[in-house]
């Protein structure tokens, strides 16, 4: 079985597999779950997932897949482009494994914030949205 092959709904994939948007300015993101624009990493097991899925997060992040996107209207990357960007990220990354856990390591915790950000900025304008409507329902309001 090839590593990354192109998205299709009724192939067969590992039960470690992760999915990379294709198409569009995210192309090269890493995905849970799959969309129609996608490809499939089948890892082996789930030490070879983390390992690539963050790799490719760090590339996507860094929006080093951008020099690689073709189209006019809708930019997408072809398979064999990102197979050799992923490929040479990870050999540096296998070379130098301590470094690459720390970066990967400060990227966790720089998701876990931001993931609590957009939390709490959705609990603040639920709170906006509630404060006003408490005012609203107060008869003063109308007068």
Known sequence: MQKITTYSPDQVRSPFAFFILNKGMNSGKPLEHPC???FTFNAAD????????WICFGLWQSRSFH???IGS???FIRLHELSQVISQASEKAQANPGTFQKTVEALKTLDLQ??????????????KKAIFANYRSCPSFYR
């Open 67 to 69: 020099q690689h996107l």
């Open 46 to 53: 789930q030490a070879e997932k983390d390992l690539y899925c």
């Open 73 to 75: 209207v809708i930019p």
């Open 36 to 38: 129609p624009n996608c």
């Open 114 to 127: 931001e993931k609590q950000f957009h939390r709490n900025i959705m609990l603040i304008a639920e709170a």
